[in-house]
């Protein structure tokens, strides 16, 4: 391409990236002397690299190395390329939580349709409460309402996210096994389950992934996986106010509520048998699961008008209505009249098609009055009202979760507003910018968007290399000359349109000279800006981007754009925070610390890799794309040193590493509203002053494990 050029939309050149990798016990790595007085923004590096390398942010223990092995197996095998996946690649590659729990392998006794195989109904779990006085036992609850960020301690917010991931690797199994069974003609269950999920109907659709939700949760029970298998009141440590399930399912898993079906959940008469309850009076009401949407209750997050019968309305099958409702009414009144209060999860319908609704714990409320009328035909309507127990800390507009369609209209009344769209119509979702710190304007930005990337005249772009000879679509990674550069294994997984199952040195997608088309599953970095993303002001960090929407790991977020230069031809290198090195050789080669990912290039690329004069790599990377003038959106992403994205080289229009693309990806879930970062990867003392001094950068990530400087 000639030099000066700017890329055409669908043409994306070049790739790169690479993390650094740096000594755990350190958090310094060398840095080659022309290095030393760039700040970049350069990629992953150090501690995190382990997590980003499993797209993941467990903690690792004994069996997490086997574990994902297994997972790592499951997710390249082909068959799974094409099978619809509702959870989130990391979420898989879990190491198996702890046995923490006394009780592991009981269940309770309820009327609520859990069969248990123990005949005490009450679980003797570290945190349960045990008092027998119910006076006492009240006010603790009530003391447990009052909830902190670290209610749950880390423990429990790990052991949270150790479940989700452990259901989520039950439901890939089982998807996987369906697909096999699709696969291998052989009838049943999964023949259903495949004329469900072809079938257009959201309906059909919805009970195909209940299908699949259901299994998995019987493999949670049968293995001890749910984290709390008995029934109880009040907060459970590691879920605070504002946590966000992405399915009912996932309350089940969890122990929040034990029915994946039924709005409430309650205590049957027999714990009334038990010691540690017998003062108290059941049924008894746990946990309640409302819906924004529906008309017969009336939510704000301080009360909540609640109708256990809603005679007249539709049934959603997610929230069908309990069959005995006088029980179901019956226990929230003897809540009010014991003061017991109830988690309250409220869930808003999402357009994501990773999940049909995202829930909310809302926290605890109490029953503060129950009452009957008859309507004109004669019905008995049951009604409640709700109260927010005092001291629970307050939901935030980040932790109500808004779906697409809602979010414009949400955007239109931020207050803060600057732009509608920094990207002036380029991208297909516009991108707003909201101040609400200071009065700093747009323009001092002074940069111009560009959804693709500029190639500075100096630089020769290389041309475009051959393609595979797939039609349509890629389908078998063995045949498609694309996919075998990757070791004959497509990178990514088709489900929420698209996710990477791993980071690797190098992805080689499809590319101009492809015979497949846009749709190929192997083209998943070149669609463009899938999320709802924002630029925000912070109060000590300049601008930063958050999502308006779910993004679950492995997905694409965007890459960053700039001008592509040569390294040794930047100028004002100190006054530009712009500047990302394209180090993806260095990082295949794992020069000056960089951790090593997964490298399953073809032989020739080995070759290539092999030729590579040690003493190309002991300097600068040679090209770097620079966005100080001319970027888009990737530019205003921060540092992190717990981040949610990371760098990932990826190679599709030509071969040439030197000059990779740079692309973001979710490292984990995350949720809407969060900041996205990633790590920049910067050794301590690498950044050096026209005055020949070390530069010190405060880190304002706000991490637990920041390191306190970005260099
Ligand atoms: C690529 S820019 C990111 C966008 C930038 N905040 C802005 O306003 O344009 C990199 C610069 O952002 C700031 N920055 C990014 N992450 C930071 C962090 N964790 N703590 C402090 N400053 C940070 C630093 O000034 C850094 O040089």
């Known amino acids: ?3 000066g050029q700017s890329l055409s939309d669908g043409e994306i050149l070049w790739e790169i990236s690479s993390q650094r990798a740096i000594e755990k016990s350190s958090a310094q790595r060398s840095c080659s002397s022309q290095l030393k007085n760039i700040k ?3 990629h992953g590096t150090s501690r995190k690299m382990a997590q980003q390398e499993k797209l993941s942010d467990c903690e690792e223990n004994d069996n997490t190395i086997q574990t994902m092995k297994n997972i790592e197996d499951i997710l390249n095998e082909e068959s799974l390329v094409d099978v619809e996946l509702r959870y989130d690649v ?3 590659k879990l190491n198996k939580r702890g046995n923490t729990k006394k009780d592991a392998g009981k269940r309770d006794t309820s009327d609520s349709g859990i069969t248990s195989t123990d005949t005490s109904p009450i679980a003797n779990e570290g945190g349960n409460r045990q008092d027998s006085d119910l006076e006492a036992s009240n006010s603790k609850l009530l003391t447990s309402c009052v909830s902190s960020p670290t209610a749950g301690g880390k423990s429990d917010y790990a052991t949270v996210r150790e479940t989700i991931r452990t259901f989520n690797k039950f439901y890939l199994q089982i998807v996987q096994e369906m697909h096999k069974k699709e696969k291998n003609g052989i009838q049943g269950n999964s023949e259903d389950l495949k004329r469900k999920r072809e079938s257009n109907s959201p309906a059909e659709l919805l009970k195909a992934s209940m299908q699949l939700d259901l299994k998995a949760l019987s493999k949670m029970r ?4 749910i984290m709390y298998p008995r029934k109880r009141f009040g907060h459970l440590p590691g879920i605070d106010v504002g946590y966000q399930f992405h399915s009912r399912a996932e309350m089940v898993a969890l122990g929040f509520h034990s029915d994946w079906l039924h709005r409430i959940d309650y205590m049957g008469k027999a714990y009334s048998e038990v010691e540690e309850y017998k003062d108290h009076t059941f049924p008894l009401a746990v946990a309640l699961v409302l819906c924004a949407e529906d008309d017969d209750s009336q939510i704000n997050s301080d009360h909540i008008i609640y109708t256990p019968c809603g005679s007249n309305r539709t049934v959603d099958p997610h929230q069908v209505q309990n069959p005995d409702i006088s029980y179901c ?12 209060p109830i988690r309250i999860a409220v869930g808003h319908k999402s357009s994501s098609s990773h999940c049909n609704k995202i829930y909310t714990y809302y926290g605890l409320y109490k029953v503060m009055e129950c009452w009957a009328l008859t309507n004109l035909s004669g019905c008995l309507i049951y009604k409640t009202r709700l109260r927010g127990v005092e001291g629970q800390p307050k939901l935030t507009m980040n932790e109500v979760y808004f779906n697409k369609e809602h979010s414009p209209a949400v955007r239109f009344k931020s207050p803060g507003l600057v732009s509608m769209d920094i990207s002036g119509g380029q991208e297909e979702i516009p991108i707003p910018l909201v101040n609400l710190i200071d009065d700093t304007p747009f323009a001092s930005t002074g940069f111009t968007y560009s959804k693709s990337i500029l ?12 393609g595979c000879k797939c039609k349509g679509s890629c389908k078998n990674p063995k045949n498609c000359g694309c996919a075998r550069l990757n070791g004959s294994k497509f990178p990514y997984i088709r489900h929420n349109g698209g996710r990477l199952t791993r980071a ?3 992805i080689f997608e499809c590319g101009p000279n492809c015979g497949c088309g846009p749709d190929c599953i192997n083209r998943i970095s070149q669609r463009g800006i899938k999320y709802h993303l924002e630029v925000f002001r912070t109060p000590n960090k300049g601008w930063a981007v958050r999502t308006r929407d779910f993004i679950p790991s492995g997905a694409p977020v965007c890459e960053y754009i700039g001008v592509l230069r040569r390294t040794h031809e930047l ?26 990912r997964l490298g399953a290039v073809s032989e020739p690329f080995r070759n290539y890799l092999e030729k590579l004069d040690d003493k190309y790599l002991e300097q600068t990377p040679e090209f770097c794309i620079e966005a100080n003038s001319i970027g888009n959106v990737a530019r205003f992403i921060n540092h992190s040193c717990e981040p949610n994205l990371f760098v990932q080289c990826v190679l599709s229009a030509h071969h040439d590493a030197r000059l990779a693309r740079i692309v973001l990806f979710a490292s984990k879930n995350i949720d809407p509203f969060q900041e996205l970062t990633y790590d920049y990867g910067y050794p301590l003392d690498s950044v050096i002053g026209s005055d020949g001094r070390v530069i010190e950068k405060p880190c304002h990530c706000g991490a637990a494990t920041c390191r306190k400087r970005l260099y």
């Open 329 to 340: 009414y019956q226990a929230l009144k003897n809540n009010m009249e014991q003061s017991i």
């Open 1 to 3: 391409m000639d030099s």
């Open 504 to 506: 690797r040195d190098v």
């Open 222 to 225: 049968a293995t001890n996986s």
């Open 571 to 596: 100028e004002n290198v100190d006054d530009n925070d712009y500047i990302f090195e394209i180090d993806c050789l260095h990082t295949i080669k794992g020069v000056e610390g960089r951790e090593r």
């Open 40 to 42: 970049r923004p350069c």
């Open 455 to 466: 190639v500075a005249e100096s630089v020769n772009f290389p041309a475009n290399a051959d």
């Open 90 to 92: 990391d979420d898989f």
